[in-house]
T-cell receptor, first 111, second 119 residues
Framework: AQTVTQSQPEMSVQEAETVTLSCTYD???????LFWYKQPPSRQMILVIR??????QNATENRFSVNFQKAAKSFSLKISDSQLGDAAMYFC????????FGTGTRLQVFP | KAGVTQTPRYLIKTRGQQVTLSCSPI?????VSWYQQTPGQGLQFLFE???????NKGNFPGRFSGRQFSNSRSEMNVSTLELGDSALYLC??????????????????FGPGTRLTVL
């Protein structure tokens, strides 16, 4: 069965600093996608970054990057140069035939 | 390109009533998925529709149903509402990619959600 685990319910970071959010998953599939979504107070789910399992290179989108360890089934999100607007709930998702989410990590950013 | 739209945005119903929520996907997207988000259970997958057929279903009672039309718009229906059905209902659309002998859903783009309150 697909499972996604986010072990950090809350994280905090100082503005301009770097923070890493953790995610592990379990699957028997070899072909899948992994995602990080951001949900600000507006509740709109916004795609942050995605990783295709067959690609060894870690995905990067501006200040956001991932550390994808396929053998360890780990998919962490690194946010560099944190900004106040990064404050939100972050959900890790794993997709084979359906998208399964973790329980989320609430990120606070302090000035 | 317009994003995913959901109507209505807010809804208040009483126990025992039924409700229909609507979702219009991004143009060209043929897959629509529905999710329920509650503080206690988090984000849970309800079902996915592709080409007017339900392709996948989560672990929800039969009171939750859906359908998809030929233009890919989707509706979900909840009958005999219970207090526990109060939630944010999110719809997401995606292309359906065919890869390596099987199909896999590509990136899902979410709508703003419908906030359902059951009194």
């Amino acid at each position: 069965a697909q499972t996604v685990t986010q072990s950090q319910p809350e994280m905090s970071v100082q503005e301009a600093e770097t923070v890493t959010l953790s995610c592990t998953y379990d699957t028997s599939e070899s072909d899948y996608y992994l995602f990080w979504y951001k949900q600000p107070p507006s509740r709109q789910m916004i795609l942050v970054i995605r990783q295709e399992a067959y690609k060894q290179q870690n995905a990067t989108e501006n200040r956001f990057s991932v550390n994808f360890q396929k053998a360890a089934k780990s998919f962490s999100l690194k946010i560099s140069d944190s900004q106040l607007g990064d404050a939100a709930m972050y959900f890790c998702g794993h997709n084979t035939d359906k998208l399964i989410f973790g329980t989320g990590t609430r990120l606070q950013v302090f000035p | 390109k317009a994003g995913v739209t959901q109507t209505p945005r807010y809804l208040i119903k009483t126990r025992g009533q039924q409700v229909t929520l609507s979702c219009s996907p991004i143009s060209g997207h043929r897959s629509v998925s529905w999710y329920q988000q509650t503080p206690g259970q988090g984000l849970q997958f309800l079902f996915e529709y592709f080409s007017e057929t339900q392709r996948n279903k989560g672990n929800f009672p039969g009171r939750f149903s859906g359908r998809q039309f030929s233009n890919s718009r989707s509706e979900m229906n909840v009958s005999t509402l219970e207090l526990g059905d109060s939630a944010l209902y999110l719809c997401a659309s995606s292309r359906k990619m065919v890869r390596g002998g099987g199909t896999s859903t590509d990136t899902q783009y979410f709508g703003p959600g419908t906030r359902l309150t059951v009194l």
